[in-house]
């Protein structure tokens, strides 16, 4: 059973990193020490009567500090909750409860790790490649980093992958950097060659990627586990409202995202 802190944490930074992009850096309890990839917070300015619930957010980066632990968490200002977090400077508070939720499965015999991320989904696999590559890493072990984004400003974290180890393939909606055309184009092109037997992929990034790799995968062996960023609001399993439907050997049932989740084996959703 994880920890879970349900607290303030400070903030260190918060700053633009990319047209609507931020990279926020907390102070955080020593809880979060034992935090891994796939894991998230709830995170909601202290304080102030807006937004009332807290958004969750992947962990991008984890390092000791001090007695505690410091994370960074990279972020879209999509709506109204994450503008007002983008507002938050330097020395402030902020509600953080976590991590929460479960993690991405390591096979002991996986020899190419393909990670895969549209736009911001590239967050929480920026934490993976850094507990594959800094942490534990499995010998010999390959990483490969597909990433599409809407134009080369909205292209995160390939640095730190390419710091990681990471061959990484770039598309862009716009064709201002690599190839011009959606992410999945790319991974079609590789997916032959990728050993089943020796290969996991993770992917996050919007539902209709998700769906597009579901069906590239559908008659392929190849693992594939995926970080569902549903909407949420309790992020603890009270309140249902992040329910999805998967599918068992005992047929369709519903799980919840925040506790049952975030990381699932995509073949099991079910897309509506
Ligand atoms: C486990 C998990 C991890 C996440 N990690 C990250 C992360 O590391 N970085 C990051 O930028 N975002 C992440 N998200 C998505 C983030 O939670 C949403 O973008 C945020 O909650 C939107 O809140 P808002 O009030 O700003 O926007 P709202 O005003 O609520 O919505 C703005 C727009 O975003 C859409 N939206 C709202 N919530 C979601 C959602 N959960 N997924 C997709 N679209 C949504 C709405 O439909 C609307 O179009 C994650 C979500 C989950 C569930
Ligand atoms: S957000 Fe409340 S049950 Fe998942």
């Known amino acids: 059973m994880l920890t879970k802190a349900d607290m303030t944490a400070t903030i260190l930074s918060n700053s633009e990193v990319a047209p609507e992009h931020y990279l926020m850096t907390l102070a955080v309890s020593g809880a979060f020490r034992d935090a891994r990839p796939g894991q998230f917070v709830m995170l909601r300015p202290a304080g102030r009567g807006f937004p009332f619930l807290g958004r969750p957010l992947g962990i991008y980066s984890l390092a000791e500090y001090g007695n505690g632990a410091r994370i960074e968490i990279l972020y879209r200002a999509a709506g109204k909750g994450t503008k007002v977090i983008s507002t938050l400077c330097e020395g402030d508070r902020i509600e953080i409860l976590g991590p929460l939720g479960n993690r991405f499965e390591l096979r002991p015999g996986m020899k190419t790790a393909v990670l895969m991320?549209?736009?911001?989904?590239?967050?929480?696999?920026?934490?993976?490649?850094?507990?594959?590559?800094?942490?534990?890493?499995?010998?010999?072990?390959?990483?490969?980093?597909?990433?599409?984004?809407?134009?080369?400003?909205?292209?995160?974290?390939?640095?730190?992958?390419?710091?990681?180890?990471?061959?990484?393939?770039?598309?862009?909606?716009?064709?201002?950097?690599?190839?011009?055309?959606?992410?999945?184009?790319?991974?079609?092109?590789?997916?032959?060659?990728?050993?089943a037997s020796k290969t996991e992929v993770f992917v996050c990034g919007p539902n209709p990627m998700l769906k597009r790799v579901s069906e590239m995968i559908a008659d392929r062996p190849v693992p594939c586990q995926v970080l569902m960023e549903e909407r949420m609001a309790c992020g603890m399993g009270a309140c249902l409202g992040c329910t999805i439907e998967v599918r068992t050997p005992s047929g369709v049932e519903y799980r919840q995202v925040c506790a049952d989740g975030p990381v699932f084996d995509l073949r099991s959703i079910v897309w509506r």
């Open 117 to 195: 991320a549209g736009g911001i989904g590239i967050a929480p696999l920026v934490f993976l490649a850094e507990n594959l590559s800094v942490n534990a890493p499995p010998e010999g072990l390959k990483m490969m980093l597909y990433i599409g984004a809407r134009d080369s400003a909205s292209l995160l974290g390939i640095d730190r992958m390419k710091n990681f180890g990471a061959e990484v393939r770039v598309s862009t909606d716009d064709g201002s950097a690599g190839y011009r055309g959606p992410v999945t184009d790319l991974f079609r092109k590789d997916l032959a060659s990728f050993d």
